[in-house]
DNA sequence: AATTAGCACTCCAATTAAATGAGTGCTAAC
DNA sequence: GTTAGCACTCATTTAATTGGAGTGCTAATT
């Protein structure tokens, strides 16, 4: 009967463009004959109207009811995003103000980020911190806090410190102390933290002697630091943006949205996602609906992006919004923030 | 005009207490047929009416519009707080599992507090982590990453670890280093934090000679640690069950509460309102409406508690919910948690 | 003097009805 | 292939209707 639905002509793509433009900026459904005098097509309504329909059997629109106009499917907004948008290199105006001190403590940076992102955009954003693994250790130190405990201190190449009490079953002398601190060191250094194997932790025991216990428990202590779950960070900002959308207030699901971001953890699975996910090219990624790897935001879009502090260590920034969201402006945001974030580890590398 | 304002006869004070007995289990307003039912007093609902009148004046009560049943005033809550409900010194039930590892991180326990908390009651619930200026120092350690840059560790008796990079302009040595870890840690050891004052600052860089420089930027970072706004640290938890009580998420205000406990800083004036409060002897501070110490919160009611480590080290926990709340149970909640943190302390002190 | 029954009155909340209007689908004409 | 025309659908808005819970007041009762 006619459609070709794998085929869409010239004609159709600019109406469809039209239709998700309007209904971006409106966020009402949007009729024939809106489209009718938006476009420079010259074409009346009746005709938007079998165009219209044509578009709705291939997927790319729906009708929310009977006597509606047409708002974007998932496949339409796909469609949008892939091929439709102009990436527009516009100036990076409010972004500019985003100056990043390479002395401050990384935790400080990206809670910023991720507040400057959602005041910037107007939804719900998160930062993650880096992924320890990749990270290199930098500098380790064990020091007595008192006869039973020791703390131990690990600085990473990205410039983050963990700590970690460690209890101790019997005193530690000085000169003991310091040749464990050396001993750590010499072994550890320059290490990622998934590049400690039982070769490494073999040799160390044999060098440490008597004291092999001790390190034992040290590195017990630093995988346990490592692995925390918690320790994850995961940094949101504007979560509560999630209400000015009706879209989403409206369901129940808004509660479940918030609890999200309250709870971070749920949040995780995209970050895992986003770091693995196919580069293409750009670094940015694009979830629309269901393709969010998080259920409770099947209706939302979710964009993130993927920041490099280089020798992959990577982190995510990602914003969650509506999935009539401004697409070309948060892609945009994200591409300079990550620009930024890019940058930051190079720089205080030339500077230590 | 007959009343006495000032007079609440026992029958009034039945009739009230009832009132609101009834509007916190049901949350609708109470008439005057429910109270002639409900209580024991074996009265009309028209002498119910006219007492109700009196209580209306004297303030106690409210009328939601005319012919709505009464609903309690602040006063009122007030007065049910203080006088009319009963301190069930009920079995901890939930609350036992909150077994706190004295080894673990006060970091860790704060945060599982607060959620424990929150999901007990329902409602929104924070921990502040104890304020430093009366928490003292049991250990600093300078330790260099490399020739441009110390780490400063420092651990405070509440077990507690701040970081602080310190850059510096000359490298040290290592005997150098070691000199400035004694000096710092025989003169800071056991000061409290505000204790440390310019005589003692003037005495260490006399005694650290050439290297004072060191010493002045070492404090300064110190002290920039300490005083960090954002290191006030906060933690929430159920912020999202603000969403389920409808007279509360019915304004918009629900966002800005929601907003309050995203971005803790807020939050922050309800800690230090409810340290300084005057403690009625339970160490329970309750806000009803208009008396919460923050704005956002008029419709709200806050219950607080001050946690003591010992030595004056405090911290605030507390709930957030609506007037209508389940105050027994709530103060009987922080009561317990407040005891579990209360001992902690010692626990830990009682090992090392 | 305190209590109670009775009744008119108020006002919210829920229901129903009607009016509106944007938008569609279809058909017949261009 | 395009367009004008028209009947039809359905969410939204507004208005009118009703029900009922609850009050305030007055007069009767204890």
Redesign the interface.
């Known amino acids: 009967m006619g459609i070709d639905k794998s085929e869409l002509d010239e004609r159709k793509v600019k109406i469809l463009d039209a239709i998700i433009r309007n209904y971006l900026a409106t966020g009402e459904p949007v009729g024939s004959r809106t489209i009718s005098k938006y476009t420079d097509l010259n074409l009346s309504s009746a005709t938007i109207r079998n165009e219209m329909a044509d578009l709705e059997e291939m997927g790319y629109i729906v009708q929310p009811h009977t006597s509606a106009g047409r708002i974007p499917s998932d496949k339409g907004y796909r469609l949008y995003v892939d091929h439709l948008m102009e990436e527009k290199d516009r100036e990076i105006s409010e972004m500019k103000e985003f100056v990043i001190e390479k ?1 401050e ?1 990384m935790e ?1 940076v990206l ?1 910023q980020a991720a507040k400057l992102l959602a005041a910037n955009t107007n939804y719900a954003t998160l930062v993650s911190a880096p992924a320890y693994n990749q990270n290199k250790i ?2 380790i ?1 064990l ?1 007595a ?5 020791l ?1 131990a ?1 690990i ?1 990473l190449n990205s ?1 983050m ?1 963990k ?1 970690q ?1 460690i ?1 101790i079953s019997e005193p530690l002398d000085n000169e003991t102390l310091l040749k464990l601190n050396i001993l750590l060191n010499t072994s550890l250094n320059g290490l990622a933290l998934d590049q400690i194997n039982l070769g490494t932790i073999a040799l160390m025991k044999e060098q440490a002697g008597i004291h092999s216990k001790i390190v034992s428990e040290v590195l017990d202590a630093l995988v346990q630091t490592i692995s925390e779950t ?1 320790d994850l960070q995961i940094y ?5 943006n999630i ?1 000015k959308y009706p879209e989403l207030s409206d369901s129940e699901s ?2 479940s949205l ?2 999200a ?2 709870e971070k953890e749920e949040l995780q699975s995209l970050v895992t996602e986003s770091l693995s996910g196919d580069e293409n090219g750009t670094g940015i990624q694009v979830y629309i609906g269901n393709e969010s790897p998080i259920q409770t935001m099947k209706d939302c879009s979710v964009v993130t992006a993927t920041y490099d502090l280089g020798e992959g260590i990577k982190g995510t920034i990602g914003i969650v919004g509506p999935k009539r969201m401004d697409y070309e402006k948060v892609m945009d945001n994200l591409k300079t923030l990550k620009s930024q974030l890019d940058g930051i580890y190079k720089k205080s590398e030339d ?2």
């Open positions: 002395t403590k400080k809670k930098k500098f130190q020091s806090v008192n006869d039973s405990q703390l201190v600085v410039n410190v700590n009490m209890d918690e949101t900002s504007g979560a509560t209400l808004v509660s918030l609890s971001f309250e500077d230590s």
